[in-house]
């Protein structure tokens, strides 16, 4: 089964509220038009913000009636106090940013835990597209390499070990392949797209 472009956003979305407690204070960063916020809200009643840099996608939020900050994530969150809020998002966004080690850690600092997901590179149909000589395009990956917004491409493995440099805890992890079904076996290989729940490791 393949998902069309709405059911897959639907399932991503789903996922994610599994890990968010109704009434929680959220942010969502690269939060695009607004669509997992206003998801949230409706499913979930959560109050909170977005966060976009694109003129075009804070009007999205603003039809969509999310409250929208639009600031440089990349520049951290100096705006927010620590803890002032439950769960920070950053949904298929973290493969477009430059600062990945500074948006966690300014994500844990403003939130008790923090969502992320991305498509994962080492994905078995990357993998092939690699061996045949050609930059993968998928599902998850949907972009050709002279027009893909992702600067960053990166693997659960590298992940992992970039969390545990940075003392974040993997709370739980989700891999689905393509047709949207949960991986159990060798997620590195089998995943295409990661979701994580993290925190700081106790100290």
């Given at each position: ?75 951290g969150l100096s705006g927010f106090e620590d803890h002032s809020f439950d769960h920070v998002i950053i949904s ?16 844990l600092r403003v939130a008790e835990e923090a969502v992320v997901s991305f498509p994962n590179f080492a994905y ?61 076996d060798d997620p590195n290989l089998n995943g295409s797209l990661a979701f994580y729940r993290l925190g700081r490791?106790?100290?």
């Amino acid at each position: 089964m393949n998902f069309t472009a709405k059911e897959r956003e639907r399932f991503d979305f789903a996922v994610i509220a599994r890990w968010i407690p109704p009434g929680e204070r959220v942010l969502d960063l690269g939060c695009g038009d607004g669509r997992l916020l206003r998801y949230l809200r409706e499913t979930k009643g959560v109050v909170g913000y977005g966060v976009e840099i694109d003129h075009e996608r804070v009007l999205g939020c603003i039809r969509n009636g999310v409250d929208v900050i639009q600031i440089d994530i990349e520049r951290g969150l100096s705006g927010f106090e620590d803890h002032s809020f439950d769960h920070v998002i950053i949904s298929q966004a973290l493969q477009a940013m430059h600062a990945t080690e500074r948006i966690l850690g300014e994500m844990l600092r403003v939130a008790e835990e923090a969502v992320v997901s991305f498509p994962n590179f080492a994905y078995q149909t990357n993998r092939k597209a690699i061996a045949s000589g050609h930059m993968p395009v998928s599902e998850d990956l949907p972009y050709e390499w002279y027009d893909t917004p992702n600067v960053r491409f990166f693997t659960i493995a590298d992940f992992e070990a970039l969390c545990d440099k940075l003392g974040i805890e993997v709370r739980e992890r989700l891999a689905f392949d393509e047709a949207g079904q949960p991986v159990a076996d060798d997620p590195n290989l089998n995943g295409s797209l990661a979701f994580y729940r993290l925190g700081r490791k106790p100290a």
